[in-house]
Structure formats: structure tokens, C-alpha cells
């Protein structure tokens, strides 16, 4: 079974565990196994990105470092991991003076060389779409999905490379192998709020909402990230007060793995689906008016 | 023994400011064979270059060295001062002491050694250079100018009028080019085929003009003064002699295909005449979208003439290939649009309300698709709140064009006033970055429009445009605020930037002109050659060069016709003869030689031995260093002259 070398994150440790979960279910299912890398840290998320100050690097640099001991190619999940240690690679390759004073504080030398994949590259680029469409046991009919990018998957295009950073289409592309309907809206590529939603959490709701309500008026009962901070302020946005309870319009958020696990027969409890977001599932599949969903 | 004369120029400080001139000149004094060194401020001043010829005479100089700037400046001056004073023009050699010595090093003593060194290679030279005379070669007096567009037009009249034979190429069924697609022109509004149809009758009507449409240049043989050009003509169909654009046959023609004059907003048949003022004024026969020529499937066109019309269309008809002989070529290729589907964040083919400025300017026009009324194309409604987005994929070296389109800021000012000319209720946005007006009348031109017709300018960028509830939502910032702006809009006009037409890459090999990095014809000298191409007898005209509006394309192509009329002024032309020579009792006849030769200068001769072309020989060398038994050399520039040179740099 060809194995991959895979680094998960915090988040997918502790809140996104079912994302977690779902990518290896499908894994399997596909053929292909994640292995998890040795002497994991945090990638110290979108903050490594920063110029100015190198000790954020630390992280990300001695994660890769410690990756090329065990493989070249490294496979994430989360968008911001992905985002960071691609870039990272990157930066490493360069051999600019700023990576000889991390290597030296890290005393784990790396000067880039590690192939940072997405999960979602894997099943277009090594296996196939087409593969996967073979390997679909249940297809959706016309379930009626709305792909979120958010901004770190796709941003800065000209070094991320992964999809047209205005219209992207590998998510779309994949729901519909899965017998989905994607549903286009504008807003599938705005920024969520990102970490705003700790320091000023009050300008998170309208960004948020708006996406929200995007994608509800375009027809979406479903949206699928493959972000657990998109998840999150999405979610959260939703939320009418602080005691957490749900409106009657709530427009769940799932993992992609979640819906491909469905498709490729996993049971929801393999994919951690709660039975809200499976009610949702099933209600999003059902033939709607135009305009739809429930107002 | 030759008696060497050497001459070290101060170019005031440029030169004397870090290199010790007195040094160069003595330790110059003492090589082998120079009689005579002495330095003056200005060499190429009159004065300095009598204190040359004074020299020559006086101490009976036979050859001499001219310490001074680069050659690109001031050979020419100095070897004609030298074969003014007696001396054979290849006896003076120039040596660099500028830009290769003062202004390159930092360390006036190293730049003092340099310059040494520099002059002493051009005395070892210059000692076994031997006497040589220009190549003199015929000139055909004749004009190949490639594209009909207003550049093409402009050039090839003012050719003719100069009592030459020109031919005009067109690729298209007409000539025109973009600018018979123009509404207005800025800055004065004058209506575009107003003023450009009388030239196009005027080229139809010159007998000094010849009209190739339909045609593309096939090969390019020769150099300058004696270029050999093969032309395919692909057949209209339609007899222009007799043809008298009735029209009867495109009204009985069943095929209907997209107007690419009107950029597909309208329909055409596929026999048509692409406008009404289109010269020759005759119909054509899109063989591509015909139902059917061979075989035959329809014929209803030929029918319809010959019946109603003036029985002109044969559908027989063949290709034909013009072999033309020329002493230059007007390369006027004009300019495609930047592909605005590629701007996805603009969204241009997703959403149909989302055009080009080309569009627009379609739909400007009283013979557009709309009669002049601008509509919007998903419900043809009017538009009351348009957003026009300056350089639209422009001035963005990481993702789209690197460079600026420089008319843009122009039209973009026209086409909003136009928009609040024609509906006087709405109101026009335009996201710009700079408003790059310079020209005559122009910045008065974009004031004038912004006041009198209350445009709103916003400066920034656009992030996105997206289609909400039937409007165009284009969300911006407006830097001078400092805030997002998003307006909800009927309608949105990108100005896409301008890209060289997409065959002048293969055009280009065929002309071995080059091509700047983003694929525009590149100037022999970006200041002071502008109009030629490094290829000799290659002039350039029009977008094809950069992106131009039409006063300067206008005035680039007077001034190549200018160009190609001095070179016609002479009935034979001289080349430098410093060019590749076969000592012939060395050569094999191996022929290695031959393919490698890039201009196609060498060929065996009756006796197999290696041949050079004097005419078309460069000198470039290639084949000197490929000929295993060394019967190759440069004249002037020997193996002996060589190792001569390389020892006065180790010395």
C-alpha cells in the first residue's frame, strides 16, 4: 500500500479531529495510507508567514528538517499548514542569509527540498480524479454543496500554485466526480476573518456572515472547507449568542473528506458526521425550488 | 613596417576623471611601431579631430589608434576623419578606454592599467590590419510592407509617393486594421473611418501600390537591398475586378458564423465584406466556414451572382504564391487584445455583461452592433452605472503584462464621456492607478471629460466583480480614501492591454528580426534607432514595435517609409568588408561550414570548395571557428591578429 508521509497540525489533534479522521478512512478506502511524521511541533500558522521576525520560522523549519529524515514529500490536511510549510520550502530554497541564522538557532539544518502537498493534490494529481470517481460506492444525487477556498490554499498564487486564485475549481471538480452539484457563489474565495476571531472577534461575524449568506442565496444547504479556522468562524458566525445554540437556518460545514468518505461507502461514525450535519446531507440531496433553502 | 599614430581623448572628466592619460599616452608612445601618441579633451570636437589629421600628414602616419569611447559612438567619425586625411578606413581602430575603463572601475589605478592594456591591443591590431574596400552590392528599388493596418497604410503611401513600387501585405480581407474598428479618436474626436477611409482608397487607387489581402509571407530570403520574399495569397473567391459588393451573395449564403470584426457581439455570413468601407470593395469567401468547397456542398453564393450579381465568384480557385524582389521590408504587424479571459478575478466570459473596451468601442460605433446605442449584451438593456477598470490585466509582471499600454488612460476617458454623451442619467466609474496623459492635447483631453461630464475616478484597484441579483457587483479600494468601495454596476469594461499579433514570433524568424522579451518587434537602438530593426533593411512601424496610439504610430510610419526611401536612394549600397574570407588552397570542401552559417552566406562552389557570399557574410564568425583545417578567416581580425591581441593582455 503506497504510504505518505503526513503532518496533521494541532488543530486536526484537538479540534478537527474528524478531519483528521475522515482524510485517513479515505485514505484507505482509496489505497494509500497517511503515516504520521516523527517529532511533530506547530507550524505556528499564518504568524510564520511574517518577514520581520524570524523566530516564527523556527517551527515550520525544523518540522521540514525533520521530515527530510523520513521522505521528500510531506502531505497536509489543514489549509494553513499547508500554506505555511509550502512557503517555508520555499524560503529555505532561496539560502538567503535569514535562513543561515534559523538554521543556526535551530542547530536542525534545512535548505528547503520537501515536497509539501495537500491532501486534495494526492487524489488530483497521483491518484486521479478519475480514479476516485471509480472508487465512488455511494454517489450523491445532486447534493447541493458549496466549496469554500478561503484564502490559504490558493494565496499567493504565484507561489502556492495549486488553483486560479479568482476561480478555483479542484474542490468543485471532485464534488461532482462524487455526484454533487457544486453550487457557485462569490464568495467562496473571500477571507473567513481568520485569526481576527481572537484578537477582535466583533470583526469576524459581518466577514463571515457575509460568506454565509453568499452562499445560502446562491443555493447552497452545505458547505465543505478544508480549513478547521474556516470551519470555525463560519460556524461561529452562525451562532445566535454566546449560550452556542443554533439557528433554524443553520448552513452546516463539513470536511471534503467527510463527503468523500460518504461516497465511498464509509459509514458516518468512520467519518465523524454528527447526525445534524447527516440530516443536512440528506435534506441538501432532495430536489429543491430555486432560490431555495430554508429561509 | 607600419607607422602607428595613437590618440588618447579625455572626454573631458568621462575618461581623464579616473585614468591617467599621461601614462596611456606614454607607455602607447613606446610600443612597436608607434611613431607618434598624443591625448586632446575632445577627439570627436573639430578641433580634435584636426590635431588627427594634422598628425597623419606630418609624421606620415599609415595607421592609427583612437583611444576614446565605445565604438557605438564614434567610429564612424574617426574613420572617415582617417580616410579624409589619406588612410585606408580599416587602418584606424578604435580602443574603449570609456565604458570599458573610466567608467567601469572604481580604482584609478586599475582603471589607468585597463585603459593600457585596451589601447595596446588596438596598436596590435592595427599592425596587421591590411587595406580594405567597402563591398558595394545592388539595391532592388522596390518596398514589401508587411500589414495593412493605419502604420501600413501610412508607410506604404508615403513610399509610393516617393516614385517607388511598393507591396502591401494584408492578411485579413481588408486593409485597416484596428483602427477602421474605432468609433472616435482621441483627443479630438474626429470619427476613426472618416479619417482613415480616404487613405485606404488612396492605397486601393496608387499604381505605385500593389494590394496582397488574404496574404501571409511564406519565406524571407536575401539581405539588405536584395531581399527575395515568397507571399501566399489564399483565394477570395470572388473576383475583386468585377466583384461590385451588391451583396446578393451573402444574402443568399446559409452559413452564419461569429463577426470577429465586431469581436463576435454580431453575426456574418460566411462570404461577407467585413465593413462597408472595406478595401479592396469587394466580397470574400471565409473558405473555413463555408459549407463546403471541396467538395462543393452548397454554391448558393455563386448562384445569387450570377444570377443578380456580376458573376464573379469562382469557387475554383487556388492559392497563389508572389515571389516578390525588395531592397527593404516595412514590418507594420499592429497589435492583438490580452486575452481578458485569463483575468479571472474580472470574470470576463463568465458573466456577459463583463466586456473588452474593444466592445465597447464596437458598440460605440454607429456601424457596431447596436447602431451606436450602448446596450447591455445579456438583456440589451441601458446600462445606468458603468465601471470602466483601467489596465486590466496590465502593469502586473507577476501574473499578467509586465508593461503599459499607454492608450488606455486616453480611450478609457473617451469611452466614459462618450457613455455620459449618450445616456446623460447614468453614471460612469473608472478604477485607474495613474492617469498616464502625455501628449499633445491630452491631459486637457482627460480634464475635460472628468469636469464637464462629472466622471468619478477611483484610484485603485479591483479585486473582484461577481454577478448578484442581475448587477455586477465590483468590489475596489479607492487608495485616496483609503477605503473599499463596492459598486453595484450595469455593466463593466476592462481595458485590456495590448500584446504583439500572434504570428509575429514566426514572422520574426522568418525576417531574423528579433524580439523583445514580450515579444514585440525590438529597435536597433531604443533612442537612436527607433525605426529599424537589428537586421539591416528591416524598418519598424506601429504597435508591432510597442504599444503606440495613432499619432505616433502614424509618425513611426512616415518615418520608417523615410528610412526605406534613403536606402532606395542609391542604386547600390556599401557593406562593411570586414567579413569571412576562404584561403583556398586550405579548404577541403568538407562543407561543415555551410549549414552553420546563419545568414546562408557560404555555399561550395563549381570546384567544391567553401564560398562566401560577400553580400549577405555578417562577420559574425561562426564558421571560421567550425572549419577544422583553418582555411577560414576574419578579415581583419586573423588568428595571427588574435594571439597578437591575447599577448597584449597577458603581457
Known sequence: MQSYLYFPGCSLRTVAKDFDRSAKACAHALGFELKEMQGQLCCGAVLSNVDDNLITKAGPNRILARATQEDHTLVTLCAGCYNVLKRTDLHAKLASPSQQTINTFNEETFNGGVDVIHFLEILRDRIGFDAVERAVKVPFKGLHVGAYYGCLLLRPAGEMKFDDPNRPSILENLLTRLGCTPIDYPARTDCCGSYLSVSSPGNVQPISGAIIRSARSCGARLLTVSCPLCKYNLESSQLQDSSGSTPDDFLPIVYFTQLLGLALGLQPEELELDQRQMQAVREATTPMLIGGGKK | ?651
Open chain 2, 1 to 651: 613596417m607600419k607607422r602607428v599614430g595613437v590618440f588618447v581623448c579625455h572626454c573631458g572628466l568621462n575618461i581623464a576623471g579616473n585614468v591617467n592619460i599621461k601614462e596611456v599616452v606614454e607607455k602607447a608612445g613606446k610600443q612597436q611601431d608607434v611613431v607618434f601618441a598624443v591625448d586632446h579633451k575632445y577627439l570627436c570636437s573639430e578641433p580634435g579631430q584636426t590635431l588627427i589629421k594634422d598628425s597623419i600628414r606630418q609624421h606620415n602616419l599609415d595607421a592609427i589608434v583612437v583611444a576614446a569611447c565605445s565604438p557605438a559612438m564614434h567610429e564612424a567619425t574617426f574613420k572617415t576623419i582617417a580616410q579624409l586625411s589619406g588612410l585606408n578606413r580599416y587602418n584606424c581602430e578604435i580602443a574603449n578606454i570609456r565604458e570599458q575603463s573610466s567608467w567601469v572601475h572604481d580604482d584609478p589605478g586599475k582603471a589607468t592599467a585597463k585603459a593600457h592594456i585596451t589601447v595596446h591591443q588596438g596598436i596590435e591590431k592595427v599592425r596587421l590590419n591590411e587595406p580594405l574596400q567597402p563591398v558595394t552590392v545592388p539595391v532592388t528599388r522596390k518596398v514589401l510592407v508587411i500589414g495593412g493596418g493605419i502604420a501600413g497604410i501610412r508607410a506604404a503611401l508615403d513610399v509610393a509617393n516617393g516614385g517607388y513600387q511598393v507591396y502591401l501585405v494584408e492578411k485579413s480581407g481588408t486593409i485597416g486594421g484596428r483602427m477602421a474598428q474605432l468609433s472616435e479618436t482621441f483627443p479630438t474626436l474626429d470619427c476613426s473611418t472618416c479619417i482613415l477611409g480616404p487613405l485606404m482608397v488612396e492605397v486601393f487607387r496608387h499604381p505605385n501600390i500593389k494590394l496582397l489581402r488574404l496574404s501571409k509571407v511564406e519565406e524571407v530570403k536575401g539581405y539588405i537591398g536584395n531581399f527575395k520574399v515568397k507571399v501566399r495569397q489564399e483565394p477570395a473567391y470572388v473576383d475583386e475586378a468585377k466583384c461590385n459588393a451588391c451583396g446578393e451573395c451573402a444574402k443568399a449564403c446559409p452559413a452564419q458564423v461569429p463577426n470577429e470584426f465586431d469581436f463576435g457581439l454580431t453575426w456574418r455570413k460566411a462570404i461577407y465584406t467585413p465593413f462597408a468601407q472595406a478595401v479592396p470593395p469587394a466580397y470574400v469567401l471565409d473558405a473555413k466556414n463555408c459549407l463546403g468547397l471541396l467538395p462543393q456542398a452548397c454554391g448558393e453564393c455563386k448562384k445569387a451572382c450570377d444570377k443578380f450579381g456580376t458573376s464573379c465568384i469562382d469557387l475554383d480557385a487556388w492559392p497563389r504564391i508572389h515571389e516578390l524582389e525588395v531592397g527593404a521590408i516595412i514590418v507594420s504587424t499592429g497589435y492583438e487584445l490580452y486575452d481578458a479571459a485569463k483575468l479571472t478575478e474580472y470574470g470576463y466570459g463568465t458573466f456577459p455583461d463583463v466586456m473588452t473596451s474593444m466592445e465597447f468601442e464596437r458598440m460605440l460605433s454607429a456601424s457596431g452592433p447596436t447602431t451606436g446605442e450602448i446596450k447591455r449584451p445579456s438583456d440589451g438593456q441601458t446600462p445606468k452605472e458603468i465601471v470602466f477598470i483601467q489596465c486590466a490585466g496590465q502593469r502586473e509582471p507577476e501574473t499578467a503584462l509586465p508593461y503599459c499600454s499607454k492608450i488606455c488612460c486616453m480611450y478609457t476617458a473617451r469611452h466614459a464621456m462618450m457613455f455620459r454623451h449618450k445616456v446623460p442619467e447614468g453614471q460612469a466609474y473608472v478604477f485607474y492607478m495613474d492617469i498616464r496623459a502625455g501628449g499633445k492635447g491630452y491631459e486637457e483631453f482627460v480634464k475635460r471629460c472628468q469636469e464637464e461630464k462629472g466622471l468619478l475616478y477611483l484610484r485603485g484597484r479591483v479585486a473582484k466583480v461577481y454577478e448578484e441579483n442581475g448587477k455586477l457587483i465590483v468590489k475596489g479600494v479607492d487608495t485616496l480614501s483609503g477605503k473599499t468601495v463596492q459598486i453595484n454596476a450595469d455593466l463593466v469594461v476592462l481595458a485590456v492591454g495590448m500584446v504583439p499579433s500572434s504570428e509575429s514570433h514566426e514572422l520574426a524568424s522568418k525576417l531574423k528580426a528579433s524580439l523583445d522579451a514580450n515579444g514585440f518587434f525590438s529597435e536597433a537602438h531604443p533612442k537612436l534607432r527607433p525605426l529599424e530593426s537589428p537586421t539591416a533593411g528591416i524598418f519598424l512601424a506601429g504597435a508591432g514595435q510597442s504599444p503606440k496610439d495613432i499619432p505616433e504610430t502614424v509618425a513611426q510610419a512616415s518615418g520608417a517609409a523615410g528610412k526605406a526611401l534613403g536606402l532606395l536612394s542609391s542604386p547600390t549600397l556599401e557593406r562593411e568588408p570586414t567579413i569571412a574570407h576562404v584561403v583556398g588552397e586550405l579548404c577541403s570542401g568538407c562543407s561543415i561550414c555551410v549549414p552553420l552559417c546563419p545568414y546562408d552566406a557560404l555555399s561550395l562552389n563549381a570546384e567544391k570548395l567553401a564560398e562566401v557570399s560577400e553580400a549577405l557574410c555578417e562577420g559574425c564568425g561562426t564558421c571560421i571557428a567550425s572549419c577544422p583545417s583553418g582555411a577560414l578567416t576574419l578579415r581583419n581580425l586573423t588568428d595571427e591578429q588574435m594571439v597578437a591581441m591575447i599577448e597584449a593582455i597577458v603581457e
